[in-house]
């Protein structure tokens, strides 16, 4: 499911049964949607463990407890303990988990996991997945049977062009949509 940034990611974790992972370019806030589970987590008295490479990431805008710990993934592998528990997992970026990585040591009732755009998704995650979209922030090709697909918003005016190309250039068509009647037609 996509969704737009401004959404209420709350709802979403809620509705996910708590299991919810978050994926998003770079720059279109999923760290924040994540931190705004988390402190409402905090708030909640919860157990956290959030796997991180650079805590710097963690260190504005997640309320403090001493129940909460940034560790990296290599930690969780070079523990010497069979088990750790907590209510809530979060992994910060997907692409930090090998495939050998030790997911059974973690005992949680909860997991948060945040990912790039790539359609990787690790087996030991059974939640849902949602998909943020920063309207002003999209820059995307891809190309399709011998067809580029290109999107590009446009801060100034407020749209976003969307263009189809043949590969070799031959033929183009573009069309430029208000950001509002792309919202519209896209997620409601």
Not at 138 to 146: E, F, N
């Amino acid at each position: 499911m996509i969704i737009d940034e401004t959404d209420n990611v709350l709802y979403h974790w809620e509705t996910s049964e708590r299991q919810l992972l978050i994926k998003a370019r770079p720059g279109n806030g999923r760290t924040d949607k994540a931190k705004n589970i988390i402190n409402q987590m905090i708030k909640e008295g919860n157990s956290i463990l959030l796997l991180a490479k650079e805590r710097r990431v963690w260190a504005f805008g997640l309320n403090k407890s001493p129940k909460t710990y940034v560790v990296p993934c290599e930690h969780i592998s070079n523990h010497p303990d069979p088990e750790i528990e907590v209510d809530m997992l979060v992994i910060h970026n997907l692409d930090d988990i090998n495939s050998d990585f030790p997911i059974e040591k973690i005992k949680y009732k909860h997991i948060l996991a945040l990912s790039d755009d790539t359609a990787r998704v690790p087996n030991f995650f059974k939640g849902e997945t949602i998909r943020l979209i920063d309207w002003n922030n999209v820059s995307k090709m891809i190309i399709i049977d011998k067809k580029m697909y290109k999107a590009f918003s446009d801060d100034e005016d407020e749209t976003v062009l969307l263009s189809e190309w043949s590969t070799d250039h031959e033929t183009q068509v573009s069309i430029r949509f208000p950001v509002d009647a792309l919202k519209k037609l896209l997620l409601e």
